[in-house]
């Protein structure tokens, strides 16, 4: 038997977006002969080639406008290629808006099967599925009203109820995840587990980088529409995490002269009473992280921060000065505050810190992110990112 | 296969045997339209769905409803009947003048309302467009469908009133209705696929087709004889005019359901022009979807 085989295949894909200034039939034969002065390229894909394993369950990452959503159109044919191929087999569902093709005027009832045979169900299919439906929605009660007097929620909870009962192999997600309540999110964190379970492939667009590292065995890190990561989530998330920073210094340094932003941390250091310096830190250890800054014209009110992050990306520690209820001095001179952690009681794994200078209100005006990491010993006990001695009892 | 769980290496088994598709359309190249159309016919039932959502969706809240798509064509019939036909004396050099519009009229809105609708119908299904693949023909062909709908209330309202004036008998002439309706459908669909896909790029393309459609209503011979209209043309202007698909096609349903008591003119050899007519429409809508296929690519992005 065959463990997997690929399903999506992309190779050389290219899309060039052109953007036109103007749109009418006056001022495109007003602009006839200059048309190439009024239209500019954008490339938002350049040349990626990637192919997909039935099975996996894929992330793609990346700022704003770095391509991921053209990328996903391009793999559900929704957008062609100027270049390259896109090759596919197996059913597809995609899932780029949930109730795309809801009609306003018509019954619950009208759109589901309108929206069902969108996504590829037959009528046949659709009735049999049909009562499945309307009870994972749990609206059952106004399936024969018109969609427009539903809330926001009820539409939602209608649409995906419709999508998930459609038998895909290949399940395009574009941040749909993004929407509903919380217990509405996990239904469908729930039903994307259960899918990979049976087999299915999924290709996910999102901005939660935990949702990656949760859900994904594979991430793919787009950056100006080219890849510039694919591999271990984990691996795919902190290079996006760099990224992400560097463009925030680089926005940082484009309004250097900017005296808002003349604070600065100098320093961050991390002593575990005890310990060597480096050295792994044991539950129960007391942590000191000092963090000195500065600001060149002074600022009266201001706080520090302190952030340790799994690596998951997940805040498993925050606080500052001002939760402590200290007023500090206005800062000037360089100032050293230091967090004390006392009977810190982390779980095995790796820990990045985080250091920033705030004002009182919380706007931030400089941090250093996961500036440095530390490391708790394997507890063969038990995961996760709290430490308790454990002892089971049975009985 | 609905309630029958696959499982992961049944799965994978399955996936291993399909062949690769190419993503999206099918592609632009001669052979593909062939794959096209079965990509079409494979979502028929959605292209149900889609007309009935059309037509339901068009007078929902309203108490009359369907009436309503009634109420305009037969005010038009009133007001022609009463100011063409009485004021202007037209019914005087035809008999049964009101069959004679209404027949024309009919036949004529079928045009109007498939080029009409047609046109406006991608960007009006433009959710649809940008986020799920679907054979595109399909939103324009909804329009045809609800268009033909319409189309068939008009035209049972039609056999009645030639009913009850007497100018409905039966024989082969009824043939040339059903020559007429096969003709207007060819070309109004291939008119309403192409301008679907240009008015997606232009959007002056849905202005501009209302502007001609009624140009072109008085263009067709529904609120005079044909032969008023060649009597004053030169020969050459004449064969133009009367060789127009839609001109044949309002001919063909005059034949069919008004002509029996006419002692007018028939236009000669009416048969095969509109069979010519026929074979140069599927080419021109077969050329009308290659168009269109080459068009649809970049659909998403300009809408």
Redesign the interface.
Known sequence: ?????P?V?LSNVSKR?VIRKE???KE?IVNAGRSAKFREDFWALRDISLEIE??STIGLIGSNGSGKSTLL????????PTSG??????R?A?L??LG??F?P??TGR?NV??NA???GL????TD??FDDIVEFSGIANFIDT?VKFYSSGMYVRLAFSVAIHV?P?LLLVDEVLAVGDEAFQRKCLDKIRSFQ????TIILVTHSLGQVNELCDRAVLLKAGSVVFDGEPQKATATFRDILEDRRLEEVAAHADEPINQGRILDVTMTVVGREQGAAVEPGDDIEVAMTFEHDTGMPNWMAALQIDSVSGQVVYGSTTKRAGIKLSPLREAQTVTFVLKNSNFGSGKYFISASLMDTSGVHMHDLVQVLSFNVPYYSLAVGTVHAETEIVVG | MAGIQESPAQRIERLDSLPWEGAGSPGVGIGRTTSQLVDIWRHRELLGLLTRRELKARYKDSTLGFFWSLIKPLTQLLIYAIVVGEFLGAARNVENFAIYLFAGLTIYLLFSEVVGGATSSIIANSGLVKKVYLPREIFPLSAVGSAIFNFLIQFVILLIAAAVFGTLTFGPHLLYGLGGFAVVLIYATAIGILLSALNVYLRDVQYLVEVVLMLFMWGTPILYHWSFATDRMPPWLAEIYLNNPVTLAVIGFQEAFWAPTSDAEPLPLLALRLLIAGVVGVALLFGAQRVFSRLQGNFAQEL
Request: overall charge positive; charged content about 30%.
């Open positions: 038997m065959v463990k997997s085989v399903v295949q977006f749109k009418s039939l495109r039935s099975g159109k391009a793999i559900g044919g929704i957008i062609e191929s896109v090759l596919r087999r197996g597809l995609a780029l808006e795309a093709g009609h005027d018509l009208e099967y309108l045979s969108i996504l037959s009528r046949k299919q049999f599925y018109q038998d192999d379970a049976e087999g299915r």
